[in-house]
């Protein structure tokens, strides 16, 4: 009798302790996630209402026309395209140096490896202020000025020590077992790293897919530098030019702007669980 | 023995193209711009600078030159005022949503698209938030009394500096909140079970427990912010150009002013090797954090 007494007094403690967590945490998400709000109305208010002398917090006449306006416009269709090109293209070239760079760092016992582990490191603190004209010169050299190889290239030796830090730790704690186990089955080291290794990291491999896609699509000073005429710029490097196009017209740019974080919106709406599990595996050790 | 070599060759195998992908990519740039910066090589004299070398020169100038020292001084007050604050609200954040209750997951992986939303476009918002008449900000400090007539955040010298740190910290807050988390969730229910019964409070559970076992996370969170807010480039380029009057002006665009716009390339490159070793003398602790651990 008694016990069920104290169990129900536990219970109910625990219900109230989740509703004061979760009402505190949707307070914490109204007051943090306001500028997204604030975006996205803004994109779907009307010009009369943008230029109102009342602000209004929630459009009082929805409209999609600044959507509207952004796609029908070409220049914007040629960035998005840009965009889209340029945060391929890196991601691709990352991850075929990337993964593999991770895999032989976590498995093997290379001589030099901490060398090697400080030289991806070394390369996070180095500012793109600090790269922007020697490889402004290299890639005149190159001849690739003005293509969408300049930008995908500088871009793509952010994220491979990236994906060198990150994914280390994963293919480290594979444990040895299953290399013997393919080596039996008669798997030779390519096969037992495309077959075995990969699959085996899956939350990984997501999360440095994801974020070496989102440098690409983010990126702006390398895009801006190597990429001088608007129709071989991406989004985010064309900001200003339809800033300018725009003039005040607030709800035109912020479609704009949120047409640039749609992507970033959906990628977390879908693989949130992954992607947290896989961004703090290797930046923090226990 | 011989299949021990088979097996370095393989790893080697694996990890060169990457390596010296980074190497030629990123080393070469880092020994030219060193190289550049003790020249004097402009738009007009690229060809025949070229070879003349001028010593120290450059970097003389620039810590004799007002704006200079005001971008350095600028970059700093930004970098430990974001610090500060980031480090701070994301600590809160981190312990808050580590509590198990229904709403902890899917709010912690919202607040996580501050951070990774482009730049530009939250430089851009930022622009707008802080805007004199169209801004939101002002609406609401107005309608809540807190001013009474608007602040012209972005376009007054003594404002603009805060309202760039409060954009930064909006991304910067959830970057902090992530990696402590993980380092929160290192700590297992048992040491805090321990504690708990021996009758410890929260106060003393968090100076003496939680602090203590998080201080990799902590060095770690502080460094990586470090780096990260020291070579800031995208949020100042949009939301202010570094004005008003170089006001929000840092190292990051200040190099790179110099080296686009004014095509003094030498300088530029002087001012980036400045922001450069302040990153690394920084970095050189992570990296001994870091390779410590390592075996």
């Not at chain 1, 008694?2 to 403690?13: A, C, D, E, L």
């Not at chain 1, 990126?219 to 003039?247: C, H, W």
């Not at chain 1, 992507?263 to 930046?283: E, N, R, W």
């Not at chain 2, 954009?167 to 504690?195: K, Q």
Request: hydrophobic residues 50%; glycine residues 8%.
């Amino acid at each position: 009798m008694k016990g069920s007494k104290i169990k129900h007094i536990g219970f109910t403690k625990q219900r109230r302790r989740n509703i004061i967590g979760c009402f505190i945490s949707i307070l914490i998400a109204i007051v943090f996630l306001f500028p997204i709000y604030w975006l996205i109305i803004m994109s779907f208010k009307s010009d009369t209402e943008t230029f109102g002398k009342i602000l209004t917090y929630y459009p009082h006449k929805f409209t999609i026309d600044p959507w509207l306006e952004n796609f029908r416009d070409k220049d914007f269709l040629v960035s998005l395209r840009n965009s889209v090109v340029i945060a391929t293209l890196s991601m691709a070239l990352s991850l075929t140096l990337g993964i593999p760079a991770a895999y032989g760092m976590g498995r093997y016992r290379v001589p030099g490896r901490k060398a090697l582990l400080l030289t991806f490191l070394i390369t996070q603190m180095l500012p793109a202020s600090l790269m922007l004209t020697p490889m402004y010169l290299i890639f005149n050299n190159l001849n690739i000025l003005g293509t969408f190889f300049a930008p995908a290239i500088a871009i793509a030796s952010g994220s491979i020590p990236f994906i060198v830090i990150t994914l280390r730790p994963y293919f480290k704690s594979i444990p040895v077992s299953l290399d013997d186990a393919a080596r039996i089955d008669g798997c030779g080291v390519l096969k037992s790293f495309f077959k075995i290794m990969l699959p085996t990291i899956k939350t990984g491999i997501i999360t440095v897919t994801v974020i070496s896609f989102l440098n690409g699509w983010n990126d702006l000073a390398y895009s801006m530098t190597f990429n001088v005429e608007a129709k071989m710029r991406p989004l985010t490097a064309n900001i200003y030019k339809f800033q300018s196009k725009y003039g005040t017209r607030w709800n035109c740019i912020m479609a704009y702007g949120a047409i640039l974080v749609l992507p970033v919106i959906l990628i977390f709406v879908f693989l949130q669980k992954h992607i947290i599990g896989g961004l703090t595996a290797g930046a923090v050790k226990e | 023995m011989k299949m021990e070599a088979r097996k370095r060759l393989e790893g080697f195998a694996f990890i060169l193209p990457g390596f010296l992908y980074i190497v030629l990519i990123l080393g070469y740039p880092l020994l030219y711009n060193f190289v550049l910066s003790f020249k004097n090589m402009d738009v007009k004299n690229f060809k025949t600078a070229a070879s003349v070398f001028i010593g120290f020169k450059n970097y003389i100038f620039l810590f004799k030159d007002e704006t200079f020292q005001l971008v350095f001084k600028n970059t700093f007050v930004f970098t430990v005022g974001c610090l500060v604050f980031q480090f701070v609200i994301g600590f809160v954040f981190a312990l808050f949503f580590s509590k198990k209750f229904t709403l902890a997951g899917p709010i912690r992986g919202l607040i996580l698209i501050a951070y990774m939303m482009p730049m530009a476009v939250t430089a851009l918002l930022g622009k707008n938030i802080f805007g004199v008449s169209e801004g939101v900000v002002n609406d609401i400090l107005m309608k809540t009394g807190m001013i009474k007539e608007p602040v012209e955040w972005l376009v007054s010298t003594g404002t603009a500096m805060i309202a760039v740190i409060a954009v930064n910290c909006w991304v910067g807050i959830p970057f902090n909140m992530l990696l402590l988390t993980s380092g929160l969730t290192g700590i297992s229910d048992e040491i805090y079970d321990s504690a708990a019964v021996d009758g410890a409070n929260f106060r003393q559970r968090f100076f003496h427990i939680i602090l203590p076992l998080m201080r990799p996370a902590i060095l770690s969170v502080l460094m990586l912010g470090f780096i990260y807010t020291f070579k800031a480039f995208d949020l100042m380029f949009v939301m202010t150009s570094g004005g008003p009057l170089n006001a929000t002006d840092v190292l990051g665009t200040y190099a790179y002013n110099l080296s686009f716009t004014q095509y003094k390339f030498s300088l530029g490159a002087a001012s980036a090797i400045v922001l450069f070793i302040c990153l690394f003398a920084v970095g050189l602790f992570y990296l001994k954090l870091i390779s410590k651990e390592e075996d």
